[in-house]
């Protein structure tokens, strides 16, 4: 139905109007949208940290060759006239030529030992091929696996050789001798750095290669041929760790510039400062620097390694700014590798990178191996020459009058620098260049603050951040600033090992070793600490205890246990979460720390968490309680009487609203039954034995075949989307499953109501089963026999049929644990029935080592075609078996109901134990069947001996690691919903302007009256019997329930959006909906007559529904038949009414709810004795108030601004409840003015709105709400089955079981009488199931018996 142009466009309404809609839907909160809701609870993927360098190396011996024969040059060099002169700084023609030779190799000796002071140098001046090769021997030796230094200066020999050869000489210097690469090789081993100091010594680089290579196929021969005479030699070292640095090119001569050293290779490597200040005075531009002369250079004071002096200054920028450009420009590992495995070869590739910058000046081209990129025209240099400027500037000054140093602002620049790329920043690109000088101004105290605040800002980019900034090498850094005792760092450093250990939680290790740990004990045992950063701190404590055997001792002697305590109530959520957590893994598998927590009493004090508003902060505390119980160590009465007392804390849970707690639950119990297993083996055994013999009671059913209105044609089972509550609810997607899940909506589609056994508790079960989920093929118990324990155990405390104390503490945990095998969240179910099967092997292992069990089982062959299964009858107690209709799901075809009925079978159905079935099965002919002793029991699945493991280990919610994955995520950045530029935000501005324009347009018809509604604008026929229908507020879709499955419909287009199981049980139905978030991202809560309550998202669109969550919402359903109610009327009519809505119904009213989106409140009873209020927010009950009344709930309306709630009940009375009050009190009007069952009470909500209701006879009364009588009242038809109320339109709509629906307006008169459908040979409309009105529009979705669902609407000009 599309809405006129005329109204879509219209200019009337005032944008004032426009704006105060949008504003009430902003300020409506959301329900079910966390992260807990919208996110898988598991860690992130643990990203491959490569920063750990896995072979750190030292240079632990270096050989100094130098070929200089001072005095004569070698033939193939012709020399200018001036030419460089000088080694090493020094002019080797200033003295006798052996002292020159031996001052320069001390002076090279020197140069190198500023780099590495620690090495062993060894010169060797002017030498012999067996002298070179007795030195590189002996280094070898002495260095083993550590690396070897080789520097060959060749300027007083020829040049080196194509055939891979350099020059030395012979003993008495009349020869110049060649020595090949190769054997140098040999000698030198690996792995080793070589320095090649000389003309064309890029030769050498290549030859190096070519003899590796030589050597490598070399040795893949020797491997495959034995014969080979290298086969017998001890393996000659791989060459591939070698480091090449050559000063030039293979064709390049080295320059002779008589300004510069001759050596201007080994000047850069080694002494870099001085080199790059003499080479900027050079420059045409260090003209504009006046009165700086190359003298002058020579006398710029301080000292290297000192950065407070101005030489240690410019010291300092030369290295941040080298390490920065090699960060920027290399890839990743080979940085690495050269620039962070091993001091010296760092420290020489960054003044590599000078001396590619200088030479290239001279035409010359350094030349390493591996290869780098060229970095000579990077922008950082000119970051360099201004550094250099500033300094030399201030020279004649300082030197002259003495003034004071002004240091250099280049780190200051750097660091704004990158807090504008952090600032101005976009998610994809390139990272900071300016990373690496962070990290060198970590050493800066002058710096070290701003440096740290924005360090902590990058790495909360994300984990990405963290490993990068690892990988530049910040972590020592950030370890040593641990020994720091500044106050104001804490904050800081606290923010960035959080960081860190988020995305890394290696490195707990390296805190523990460095004492790290007490760092942060010491902020979290500070009060004066923000609770954030105690958070931090906590969460850290917690990585560094967590599967650390050597953290948990350090943490325990820190009294990390005393000072988590104090912190248990804290205000702050997610301190109190942490600390929990952190409690928790500090106690497993860790002893001393269990008894330390005994001592403080801490399990009496978790306690008060378990209540806490906060979902993750009691699933926290359910963690920390388990792990309490869980360690295996030697029991004592005083352990256990704490296990039993945390075991009955824990119970209380049982119901909790948040599936994350229930699964944490499971757990927590789980270990306890690892625990105390042999006492759960033993009541696990009476369970079973009191299964088999004690037949369920199931009532007769209660309805009259006579009066049950015939289904011609019950019609073909449409196939289901496949459904994944996340991924548990499997996907029924083999012929096989697919028609297991078939046929469990076929049975019982027309079979009488399903009656409880009175004791039962909730009977609620996952839809993984029902979806045929592998894991429970192999099991022992089957989900129908654990709900029927269920059943048996509630019954056998009232009969106490067994010897031992029944309600021992193991039993009432099995019962828990039962009641938890039928939880409505699949993941629960799943858990606790692994945990429950797992213990019911044991036992029968155990019991058949006493008696052989027997082996028998009864089957009945199934039929053969593969599209009809068969369906499963779960036949109660000991009688003979019912022959079932097997049924094709995929045919018209309905199953007779049998006489008596117990809850079906959910498909993969095993026979309890060794095969003694109590009841009659069939089996799908695919499976094996189960017919040997329990010892072959696992024969299809895995082998079961590891079973306590196969508890205790694979039990885990990975509710920890999810929980800090909150600490790798971006914590500083806006969220996207407050980001206004994000798609998210603009998409839901859309939403909001489109339902103010529903609101404004539906205003305007109502406004006009309406005064008829019998245009049909949508007829369809529904998968199943309609049972429930619920219009979007806003989008043009209805959902339509049938007994456990949901239709959503477009009724402006006339298709079928989606249709999906809702995954009940099937002896439960679908008595409620609601939309959740209507007005933005809309949820489905749906309720079934079992008290479960399911909330489904994605429906509806292209992607496949999932349950977002499910909890139990009312625990003692207790359906009541109505026969009595309405039989004391005397009125045929009214029990021909109940008998009818019996059938309808099937049995009591089901659940009730009600739903305020204003304050996340959810109202729920039905079969109850009880209103019970839940918090969604908090996700638990917020109060229960008694309904004083001894019939079910039927109808519920609650309105938030006045707090009150009005219930309609099955007695007919009408009563009123203000939930601000007392439970005792709050009950404050009763109208008992209705003689049968109310069919709804409906609350207005307007702040003096009435309440109106209606009962099966036809009476609609309106009561004012302080007023005792009725004020109106109107008599529509009799035998009303069914009825909705329009808030906005004051129409009602009627449907009886008579076959048509009466719309009335609020005097009373009807305005229309539907009882044909249109079209199709105007078909009467079949007896009324549902009824419900849009909202907004004036729209009426009518459900009826004959599985027809269609909408009628106001007449078209209104429209």
């Not at 949008?22 to 996110?39: G, I, Q, T, V």
């Not at 248990?568 to 106690?587: S, T, Y």
């Not at 997607?733 to 079979?751: D, M």
């Not at 606790?832 to 155990?846: E, G, Q």
Request: with cysteine; hydrophobic share 40%; charged share 20%.
């Amino acid at each position: 139905m599309k809405m006129d142009t005329e109204l879509l466009h219209s200019p009337v309404v005032g944008l004032a109007e426009e704006e105060e809609a949008d504003m009430s839907d902003w300020n409506l909160p959301l329900a079910f949208m966390k992260k807990r809701h919208s996110e898988k609870i598991e860690g992130s993927k643990a990203l491959a940290q490569s920063w750990r360098m896995k072979d750190r190396m030292k240079t632990v011996s270096v050989a100094l060759v130098l070929c200089l024969n001072v005095g004569v040059d070698p033939p193939d060099v012709v020399k200018t006239s001036p030419c460089a002169r000088l080694e090493c700084w020094i002019d080797p023609l200033s003295m006798s030529p052996q002292k020159a030779l031996e001052t320069i190799g001390a002076n090279l000796q020197k140069q190198y030992e500023n780099w590495q002071p620690r090495a062993r140098y060894k010169q060797s001046l002017d030498p012999t091929v067996d002298e070179v090769k007795k030195l590189c021997t002996s280094l070898r030796r002495n260095a083993k696996e550590e690396r070897v230094l080789f520097h060959y200066n060749g300027h007083g020999v020829p040049r080196p050789t194509v055939n891979g050869e350099i020059w030395v000489f012979n003993k008495n210097y009349t020869q110049y001798i060649p020595l090949s690469i190769y054997d140098l090789q040999t000698w030198m081993g690996s792995p080793s750095i070589f320095v090649y100091d000389c003309s064309n010594a890029g030769i050498i680089v290549k030859s190096f290669k070519q003899f590796a290579l030589q050597r490598e196929q070399e040795l893949e021969v020797a491997a495959i041929n034995p014969n080979h005479p290298l086969a017998q030699m001890p393996l000659p070292p791989s060459m591939k760790n070698c480091i090449q640095l050559a000063a030039c090119e293979a064709t390049e001569l080295l320059p002779m510039n008589p300004d510069l050293p001759a050596d201007l290779f080994t000047s850069c490597l080694t002494t870099p400062i001085k080199i790059a200040l003499r080479w900027f005075c050079m420059q045409k531009s260090a003209k504009l620097v006046p009165g700086v002369t190359l003298d002058l250079i020579e006398k710029i004071p301080g000292r290297l390694n000192d950065r407070r002096t101005p030489l240690g200054e410019l010291n300092w920028i030369f290295t941040a700014i080298t390490d920065t450009i090699a960060w920027n420009v290399l890839p990743r590992d080979l940085f690495q590798k050269l620039f962070r495995q091993d001091l010296l070869v760092a420290s020489l590739f960054r003044n590599f990178l000078l001396a590619e910058r200088i030479m290239r000046s001279y035409n010359c081209t350094p030349v390493s191996s591996p290869r780098l990129p060229p970095t000579y025209m990077h922008a950082m240099w000119q970051a360099w020459d201004l550094a250099v400027d500033i300094c030399l500037s201030q020279l004649p000054t300082i030197i002259e009058e003495g003034t004071a140093f002004r240091h250099s602002p280049f780190f200051a620049e750097q660091l704004t620098a990158f807090q504008v790329w952090l600032t101005m920043g976009v998610e994809n690109r390139n990272p900071p260049e300016q990373l690496p000088i962070v990290l060198q101004v970590l050493l800066s105290q002058v710096h070290r603050l701003r440096a740290l605040d924005l360090l902590g800002r990058f790495l909360d980019l994300g984990p990405w951040a963290v490993s990068l900034a690892l990988s530049v090498g910040i972590f020592p850094y950030v370890l040593k600033l641990l020994q720091s005792s500044a106050r104001e760092l804490r904050p800081l450093l606290v923010f960035i090992w959080a960081k860190i250990l988020a995305v890394d939680s290696s490195c707990q290790a390296d805190l523990v070793k460095d004492n790290g740990h007490k760092y942060f004990l010491s902020v979290l045992a500070d009060p004066y600490m923000p609770a954030e950063h105690r958070t931090m701190a906590v969460f850290i404590l917690a990585v560094i205890v967590n599967n650390y055997n050597t953290g948990q001792e350090a943490c325990l002697q820190g009294n990390l246990i005393a000072i988590c305590l104090e912190q248990l109530n804290d205000p702050h959520p997610l301190l109190r979460q942490w600390v929990a957590i952190c409690l928790g893994r500090i106690w497993q598998n860790f002893d001393s720390a269990r008894w330390c927590g005994v001592r403080d009493s801490a399990h009496e004090k978790l306690y008060s968490l378990l209540s806490d508003p906060i979902p993750e902060v009691r699933c926290a505390a359910v963690f920390a309680l388990g792990t309490f119980v869980g360690n295996s160590a030697e029991r004592t009465d005083h352990s256990t009487t704490i296990d039993h007392n945390v075991a009955m804390m824990l119970a209380q849970l049982i119901n909790d609203g948040s599936p994350v707690v229930r699964k944490e639950l499971v757990v927590a119990l789980s270990h306890l039954v690892v625990q105390y297993e042999s006492n759960f083996c033993t009541v696990a055994l009476q369970f079973m034995e009191e299964e088999k013999s004690y037949a369920v009671p199931s009532p007769a059913n209660t309805t009259e075949p006579g009066n049950l209105t015939p289904v011609k044609d019950s019609p073909a089972i449409p196939r289901l989307r496949s459904v994944n509550s996340y991924t548990n609810i499997r996907a029924a997607t083999t012929a096989r499953n697919l028609n297991k899940s078939l046929q469990n909506l076929n049975l019982n589609e027309e079979g009488g109501p399903v009656v409880f056994s009175p004791g039962n508790l909730s009977t609620s079960s996952s839809a993984s089963s029902t979806l045929g989920s592998p894991d429970n093929d192999e099991y022992i118990l089957s989900f129908e026999t654990i709900d029927k324990m269920r059943r048996v155990s509630s019954y056998s405390s009232l009969n106490s049929l067994i010897g031992v104390s029944f309600n021992s503490v193991y039993t009432q945990i099995w019962r828990v644990l039962l009641h938890l095998a039928a939880d409505p969240f699949p993941e629960v179910s799943d858990l606790a029935m692994k945990v429950l099967n797992s213990i019911a092997y044991k036992a029968t292992m155990n019991a058949r080592s006493q008696r052989i069990l027997d082996c028998g089982s009864s089957t009945q062959s199934a039929p053969a075609s593969p599209t009809s299964k068969g369906t499963h009858i779960h036949q109660a107690g000991g009688s003979p078996p019912m022959p079932s209709a097997s049924s094709s799901s995929l045919t018209n075809e309905v199953p007779k109901p049998p006489a008596r009925d117990a809850p079906p079978a959910r498909p993969p159905y095993t026979p309890t134990l060794g095969g003694q079935a109590p009841h009659s099965h069939q089996f799908p002919r695919t499976r094996k069947m189960f017919d040997k002793g329990p010892d072959q029991a696992a024969e299809d699945g895995d082998d079961p001996t590891p079973h306590r493991n196969y508890i205790s280990t694979t039990m885990q919610t990975g509710l920890c690691d999810w929980s800090a994955k909150y600490f790798a995520q971006p914590v500083m950045k806006i969220p996207e919903e407050h980001d206004v530029e994000s798609q998210v935000r603009k998409e839901r501005e859309w939403r909001f302007l489109r339902n103010a324009r529903v609101r404004r347009q539906s205003q305007r018809i109502t406004q006009r009256g309406v005064s008829r509604l019998d245009d049909q604008i949508f007829i369809n026929r529904n998968p199943g019997v309609p049972s429930v229908v619920k219009f979007h507020p806003f989008n043009p879709c209805i959902a339509v329930a049938d007994k456990d499955s949901i239709c959503f419909w477009d009724w402006e287009k006339g298709e079928r959006l989606d249709y999906f199981y809702n995954g009940n049980p099937r002896y439960t139905r679908i008595t409620a909906m609601e939309y959740l978030n209507g007005h933005d991202c809309s949820l489905l809560l749906t309720a079934t007559d079992d008290g479960a309550l399911r909330i489904w998202k994605n429906f509806a669109d292209q992607r496949n529904p999932e349950m977002v969550t499910a909890w139990q919402g009312l625990s003692d359903m207790l359906p009541t038949t109505r026969v009595g109610v309405a039989g004391h009327q005397g009125t045929g009519l009214a029990r021909r009414v109940s008998i009818y809505l019996d059938r309808s119904k099937q049995g009591g009213a089901g659940m009730v709810v009600d739903w305020e989106q204003e304050t996340g409140l959810l109202m729920t009873s039905g079969d109850v004795r009880i209103i019970r209020i839940w918090d969604t927010e908090r996700e638990t009950k917020v109060q229960d108030i008694p309904t004083g009344a001894d019939s079910c709930v039927t109808s519920l309306s609650c309105d938030p601004q006045r707090s009150l709630i009005v219930a309609g009940l099955g007695d007919g009375s009408v009563r009123v409840y203000d939930r601000r009050m007392a439970p005792n009190e709050c009950r404050v009007m009763t109208y008992r003015e209705h003689g049968a069952w109310v069919v709804k009470a409906h609350l207005q909500r307007e702040t003096d709105g009435h309440i109106i209701s209606v009962s099966v006879n036809g009476d609609v009364r309106f009561f004012e709400t302080r007023v005792p009588e009725s004020v109106n009242v109107l008599q529509t038809v009799k035998g009303l089955t069914a009825l909705d109320i329009h808030p906005q339109a004051n129409l009602f709509a009627c449907g009886s079981m008579n076959q048509f629906i009466a719309v009335y307006n609020s005097n009373g008169d009807v305005i229309s009488n539907i009882k044909y459908y249109d079209g199709f040979m105007g078909q009467r409309i079949g007896a009324i199931s549902c009824l419900a009105f849009h909202p907004y529009w004036p729209h009426l979705a009518v459900g009826s018996n004959d599985y027809y669902m269609s909408i009628y609407s106001a007449e078209k000009r209104l429209r």
